[in-house]
């Protein structure tokens, strides 16, 4: 088992919480970070803090060196064609944000735009805010009755010809995966500029956004076992040509007068400011330490585990699973019985466990689901299964005590 060698270099879970140990079941809100990544952003700190690009001094060459070597590191990491389709943002949000705002010129009033009805909110909000600029029409691909895509009414949707479809390829709140492979190829079809998020999936498979053959493919580095501030956006090179830029002022210019300004080429076009140095050095440390696993067993045993809490969960009784397939990546949602999320997530804190409980950024898909909210419990590299048993012995606790 490799899961089991992993979990000592992530100091965070060697605490105790009120005598009980940490148990972290809430990965997918955010991941804990191994030990080199928190050295690396030190290092760095300690060693070679400078600004990035600007200066003749030796911190900065060091500085800048280090940063663009991660956006080297991303293109082979996700098989990006150019080193210049890997742009810095703050985080997925940021990214599709970019996307969102830079698409602003290119959609006229009466367009389509389709996005994943399962989506976070990170992946709805910007696109209604692009159709409130410029007068186009965001509808949402309808789920079936076990909460997955429906490709049927997917196909439907297609033969209005949106102009734009943003899918996830994970789903934050159910772990759904979704066969973005063929999601895209059908939009292409139909002409449709894609974006896939996925923040929840970057951390547990393979990406290769030649193979999905997406327009753009978007992740945060805290969800990936680096820091927090960090995220890419993935854009296919003539595509994320075309955006107008969101941010505007210092590195993304070649040249500016009082009167004009030239913007810079690809990718500085798209970073403007200071970018987050000591983060994206952070994400470069993260991925070295995903490519140090063998991840293929990683993922099966990943895999393993989360059919084994979703097992155990059934076992207990009086739990409502939501999309609980046998596929689905890294998280369960849950509800026990009638219970509020928010008592159960307080219960099991109170032993120890960290969960997620409420509407997961994906208020629509609540209310699909019929649901104010409800309990999510992710996993993880380091999470093994006596987490798990102490969850499911934690929510026995929890059910006795309630029902
Ligand atoms: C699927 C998905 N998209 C977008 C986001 C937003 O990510 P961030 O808050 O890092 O920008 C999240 C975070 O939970 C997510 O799970």
Redesign the pocket.
Known sequence: MVLSTLRSQFPTLEQSNDGYPLCYLDT??TSQKPQSVIDAMAHYYRFDNANVHRAAHQLSARATSQYEAVRDKLKQFINAERRQEIIFSH????SINIVANGLTEQLSKGQLILIDSA??H??IVPWQQLAKRTGAQVKPIPLTADQRLDLNAYKVLLQQQPAIVAL?H???ALGTLNPVHELVSLAKQAGAITLV?G??AIAHMNVDVQAIDCDFYVF?G??MYGPTGV?VLYGRYDVLDKLTPLMTGGEMIKSVSFEQTEFNILPNRLEAGTPPIAEVIGLGAAIDFIESLPRDQVHAEEQALLNYLQDELRKLGDIVLYAAHSDNIAAVAFNLADEHHQDVGILLDQQGIAVRCGHH?AMPLMQTLGLKGCCRASIGVYTNKADIDNFINAMKSVKELLL
């Open positions: 997918a809100a985080g997925t949000t940021e989506a976070h990170a992946n996830s994970v789903s934050n998020d923040a929840q945060s805290h969800k995220g950024c």
